[in-house]
């Protein structure tokens, strides 16, 4: 029974205070994150290997 027990017991504690708190607030944090994604996010790049081919104008490898 050291300090390292005791501290993972606090981190389940908060961990599950956490999930409590966060459950019945899904409903509302869900709609209100797609509203703010579509009116307020700025419109942000697509990142991947596919528009950085057709970008750079490289051939796909297969070819």
Same mark, same amino acid.
């Given at each position: &029974?050291? #300090?390292? /027990? ?5 981190? $389940?504690?908060?961990?599950a205070i956490l999930?409590?708190? &966060?459950? #019945?607030? /899904? ?5 209100? $994150? ?28 297969g070819s």
């Amino acid at each position: &029974m050291g #300090p390292n /027990l005791q501290m993972s017991l606090f981190g $389940y504690v908060m961990a599950a205070i956490l999930v409590i708190v &966060m459950i #019945p607030l /899904l409903p509302v944090l869900i709609p209100a $994150y797609l509203v703010w994604r579509a009116f307020f996010a700025p419109d942000e790049f697509e990142h991947s290997f596919e528009s950085w081919r057709r970008e750079s104008g490289k051939p796909p490898s297969g070819s």
